[in-house]
């Protein structure tokens, strides 16, 4: 059964579709290496990074930016709330 | 781009629909009873209630309402009684209300159908109108019977599309499924609307660069910042609470990714225009509604809009679907399906374990827009959900 979804090809993280343990691998079919090792847990339909993220660079899923990194995050790690920033979300007080 | 091009075989193309004046085709065939002012609305109901055929159209509106809402109101009481699965209209009035009943009896006989007005008053009384509106809607029954389903081009259906109740499951598989079949009904010249615009917020750009023109991309940025500013407007930070708490908690981390999961339901295909409340298309393919997210309010805006049927991702699982039109379940969540299944048409969550990849259930979801169309009652259907309400934009006085 697969254990994450990569929703479109240019995407740079993929949600899990069961939770996943640090130190388990996955590996991607398309725009290659990849063997990818979860870095810490990440559970159900959350998002887990398949490239390096540099702090300020967009994370891209659905082949659309979804927000900027807070910070620099590594393949298989967590990607959520605590590294990444809605860009909408912070212009939409004006 | 042909059918064969699309893997489309030549059945899959057609759907057997009542025709209607105009070229439209209904898959449903009901005589509507429409109130046109909500104090009219029991006396609608008997007479519905009396004619096996007839749907009442619950209208909670209708008079003491600013003139914003009653030019909503007319637009969309007239929208649901020009909606092709109607077959007749039968209009009761008050007698006394804001919305006159005749104004709103001639705005659905533009549409060529068979439509006729009561007035409680005029009548003298609420069981004299159950009388008369009995008979009448009775004859538009046998008449409305008489017409028998014919083949019609996919071309002629308009889908609505709609979510309510969304965990994280909704946009990792329900609605990528449903923009696979959205996108295959618009290939074949059908119509796809999307609504609930507080659900673009952080998407519109996915929207703006499909938009035919400038002017589409234009109004679509309007409409959402026009909703932005109302909600500030009464203070509330609409924005700046989303995702809500439970969203982040499943996995839903920003504005963007949340409304991005939302706007694929309506696939990739262009955008042709955007629409007001229950405002109907003037031609085929994506449309933009401006619509509350609230599921009944934008379903019934869809109806007016000339929707036949509607395909409603759900994460949770909920019972709701329209006087007129078939509501088709789908959720991608495996939980929900096993514990609503008496409710939910379609099973997205087989691409959560992993049984079917996203296109699988897309073909599996066009297929049963084509089998809906043609007569195949939908599980709201079956259990008789007739939700409806008419959006109020401003105070009642």
């Not at chain 1, 887990?48 to 300020?56: F, H, L, Q």
């Not at chain 1, 990444?84 to 939409?92: C, D, E, F, M, P």
């Not at chain 2, 996919?154 to 309510?164: E, I, P, R």
């Not at chain 2, 078939?326 to 609503?340: A, D, F, H, Q, R």
Request: glycine share 12%; with cysteine.
């Amino acid at each position: 059964m697969a254990r994450f979804i990569l929703n479109h090809e240019n995407d740079n993280v993929v949600t899990a579709l069961v939770p996943m343990e640090a130190g388990e691998t996955f590996r991607l079919k398309n725009g290659g290496p990849y063997e990818i090792t979860i870095k810490e847990y990440i559970p159900f339909a959350h998002k887990c990074a398949i490239r390096n993220i540099r702090g300020g660079e967009k994370v891209i899923k659905y082949g659309e930016s979804i927000g900027v990194a807070t910070c620099d995050i590594e393949p298989g790690q967590h990607v959520h709330v605590h590294n990444l920033q809605s860009v909408r979300g912070t212009i939409g007080g004006k | 781009m042909f059918a064969g091009q699309l893997g489309v075989s030549r059945l899959e193309t057609k759907f057997w629909g009542y025709r209607r004046p105009n070229d439209r085709a209904g898959i449903r065939n009901y005589v509507a009873v429409i109130p046109s002012v909500c104090c009219a609305a029991w006396t609608a109901a008997r007479i519905a209630a009396s004619v096996e055929g007839a749907v009442l159209i619950n209208n909670n509106t209708g008079c003491d309402e600013t003139d914003a809402d009653l030019e909503q109101t007319i637009r969309t009481l007239a929208g649901v009684g020009r909606n092709p699965n109607v077959a007749a209209t039968l209009v009761i009035g008050l007698g006394c209300e804001v919305l006159s009943s005749l104004k709103l009896r001639e705005e659905i006989e533009k549409e060529g159908k068979p439509v006729s007005h009561l007035i409680i008053q005029k009548e003298g009384g609420t069981a004299k109108t159950i009388q008369k509106g009995v008979t009448i809607v009775q004859q538009m029954v046998e008449k409305a019977s008489e017409i028998v389903r014919e083949p019609f081009d996919l071309a002629h259906l308009v889908l609505g599309t709609q979510c309510g109740g969304s965990d994280a499951t909704s946009g990792l598989a329900a609605n990528p499924a449903l923009g696979v079949a959205s996108d295959k009904l618009v290939g074949l010249g059908g119509g796809s609307i999307i609504a609930e615009t507080p659900e673009l917020i952080g998407a519109e750009h996915w929207l703006t660069r499909r938009a035919v023109s400038k002017e589409v991309a234009d109004r679509i940025d309007f409409i959402v910042k026009r909703y932005e500013a109302r909600l500030k407007a009464i203070g509330e930070d609409f924005v700046g609470k989303q995702p809500c708490p439970g969203n982040i908690e499943g996995g839903l981390t920003t504005i963007e990714e949340k409304s991005l999961g939302c706007v694929s339901k309506v696939g990739s295909a262009p955008v042709q225009g955007v629409l007001e409340y229950g405002e109907i298309p003037k031609g085929k393919g994506v449309y933009v509604m401006d619509t509350p997210g609230s599921d009944i309010e934008s379903d019934t805006a869809l109806l007016a809009g000339g929707c036949q049927l509607i395909c409603f991702t759900t994460g949770c699982g909920t019972p709701v679907g329209t006087p007129i039109a078939p509501v088709i379940k789908i959720t991608g969540n495996p939980l929900t399906y096993e514990n609503m299944k008496d409710d939910t048409d379609i099973n997205a969550g087989t691409i959560i374990t992993g049984q079917e990849d996203v296109k699988d259930v897309g073909e599996r979801i066009f297929q049963e827009i084509v089998a809906v169309a043609s007569g195949k009652r939908t599980k709201a259907e079956i259990h008789k959900c007739h939700e409806f309400c008419v959006n109020r934009l401003e105070l009642s006085y």
